[in-house]
């Protein structure tokens, strides 16, 4: 408490609690508070907690919130700024701080309002005010007038207020529907917007399109509050089976209604895994297309991307937002020439997969018997100095790449973001040997020189060997045996998790580890070969499937 006064003299509305605290607990936390500060301290409890707890919040990526924060604040950082349902507080700590600011939240758990109060007071010299209630039915802020609201309201809530509400002043755009609680969400944060502020919601895409709120968008529409509708890349956010959409709103003033809206759409952006999308494209391509269209009041059209669209063009009978159904598609030339050079690299990896198959086995070691080494641990090494062992970290920088456990399962790039803080993160060098710990399988990945550099993800092992000692590749090769990774594994009910420490190594001459090492190394080269061969194949098909059936390649 005295740390967050010290901080930010903030105001913290809502509830106090009574906590009972493990002695033990709380001279541990001070202790760490005392090595790393109060607010690198919270947010590696806070991410431990999450981590632990994945189904009890729905948290909003930290690159999605800076997105969102960027487009509310694209004319200069706001003074104040609202959000309503706030959970953990990820979108109003992606607001550019400022002198004098007051950021504004309130949630329906009380747990969650003391928590995002006291991760912004921690995080900057402003003022917070958090308060627990039901935002539609009891707000605590019905005066405010904000320059920006950020909203990741709940999605189809039916039990929102719709019998209590029918009266409310803040339906100006019309009264929602009972299975409409996001049209109750959109009209909250207009009424809370001083004129001429900005207010950036995710929705689901059926916000966009539902017939039972088309009067509503309409009138949205008419009186110049949407401004723009972005379609998200499958897997930016929870639940990440579905491209959600992000709506932006300001508050209509004296100024006439721009007769454009404007409409993008990212999906070419998605990625395979759980990585999320390509988040650099994708900021680049609607903060690009935001801007432009904000200045000017219309975009001229980017194929397949954006466009601006004539309002009176949406007002039919179905007032249907979803930006796909209004682009016009990429030219066929560019759909031919992609597919053309999708096959040649198809083509390329096939003949190099063919290349690089194991030869046959010619030669069974001793009729079949297992080799007897004497053997060591991934421990004993470590204790002797032969490799120093890490394990992933909870922050770091907000930009710079980190390989996530799926990342080495699938061999793809690092794709994952921590939340930005000043805690050190494990950054990977070449020859490192990263190791995932959960899941059960068995996989080892080599940091090559363009893996190199990015920062080691939760779940994961590093192990750095003395190159004097230990061959990586050698290394992580017998890593990846099925026997060696069944005998240091531990099962709980629903997980299973690798004891590194325990993982087997036979104690050989290091000519004789790049001996092993060698064809480790050039299995890997062929797996890599198959897994790139299954993705151009997987691309090939589907682009053949969607110009087929657009027109843009004919059947001869």
């Not at 999605?64 to 604040?73: N, T």
């Not at 001229?300 to 007002?315: C, H, K």
């Not at 053309?340 to 690089?356: I, K, P, Q, Y």
């Amino acid at each position: 408490q005295a740390d967050v006064g010290r901080l930010s003299s903030p105001v913290l509305g809502g509830p106090t609690f009574g906590i009972v605290i493990d002695g033990d607990l709380l001279r541990g936390t001070a202790e760490l508070a005392a090595e790393l500060g109060a607010r690198q301290t919270f947010e590696f409890l806070l991410g431990r907690h999450l981590d632990a707890n994945p189904r009890q919040y729905t948290l909003t990526p930290t690159e999605l919130a800076r997105l969102m924060a960027e487009l509310a604040e694209s004319a200069g950082p706001a003074a104040t700024a609202l959000d309503p349902a706030c959970g953990t507080g990820a979108l109003l700590r992606a607001v550019t701080p400022r002198p004098g600011q007051e950021l504004y939240a309130q949630d329906d758990a009380p747990d969650l309002a003391a928590l995002t109060a006291l991760r912004l007071a921690l995080r900057a010299q402003v003022t917070v005010r958090a308060t627990a209630g039901d935002t539609l039915r009891a707000d605590a802020y019905p005066a405010l007038r904000a320059d920006v609201v950020l909203c990741h309201p709940p999605f189809n809530e039916r039990n929102w207020g719709h019998d209590e509400l029918a009266y409310d002043p803040r339906w100006e755009y019309g009264f929602p529907a009972r299975n409409e609680s996001e049209l109750a969400w959109v009209q909250h944060a207009l009424a809370r917007l001083k004129d001429g502020g900005t207010a950036v919601l995710l929705m689901p895409p059926a916000a966009a399109s539902r017939r039972s709120g088309r009067r509503i968008r309409a009138d949205l529409l008419r009186r110049g509050a949407l401004k723009a509708v972005v379609a998200l890349p499958i897997g930016a956010a929870p639940p990440y089976n579905i491209p959600l959409h992000l709506w932006v709103l300001r508050r209509p003033g004296r100024a006439a209604a721009q007769p454009e809206v404007l409409l993008v759409d990212t999906g070419r952006f998605a990625t395979e895994g759980r990585g999320g999308p390509d988040w650099q494209a994708v900021r680049g391509a609607v903060l690009d297309a935001w801007k432009a269209f904000d200045r000017a009041g219309r975009l001229d059209d980017e194929p397949g991307l954006a466009r601006s669209v004539p309002v009176i063009e949406l007002l039919d009978d179905d007032v249907d937002l979803a930006p796909a159904r209004h682009l016009p598609p990429a030219t066929a030339a560019d759909g031919a020439d992609e597919l053309t050079a999708v096959r040649e690299r198809l083509g390329e990896t096939l003949r190099l997969t063919a290349d690089l198959t194991p030869p046959p086995v010619d030669h069974v070691a001793d009729s079949a018997r297992p080799t007897r080494w004497p053997l060591t641990t991934i421990g004993e090494l470590a204790r002797g100095g032969a490799l120093v062992m890490r394990t992933g970290g909870n922050g770091g920088h907000a930009r710079v790449p980190v390989l996530t456990d799926h990342d080495v399962l699938a061999g793809t790039a690092p794709s994952g973001i921590l939340p930005e803080s000043d805690e050190v993160a494990v950054l990977t060098e070449p020859g490192d040997v990263v190791v995932p710990v959960l899941g059960g399988g068995s996989m080892a990945r080599v940091i090559d020189a363009t893996t190199a550099g990015a920062a080691l993800g939760r779940s994961l092992v590093l192990l750095r060997p003395d190159p004097g000692a230990l061959d990586p590749w050698f290394l992580a090769g017998f890593l990846r045996g099925t026997a060696n990774n069944r005998q240091a594994s531990s099962y709980a009910s629903t997980a299973t998790r690798l004891d590194v420490r325990r993982l087997q190594l036979p104690r050989l001459p290091l000519d004789e580890q790049r001996r092993y090492g060698a064809r480790f190394r050039a299995l890997e080269d062929f797996e890599r070969a198959l897994r790139q061969a299954g993705r151009l194949g997987e691309q090939l098909v589907r682009g053949m499937y969607d110009g087929l059936t657009d027109g843009t390649v004919t059947p001869d």
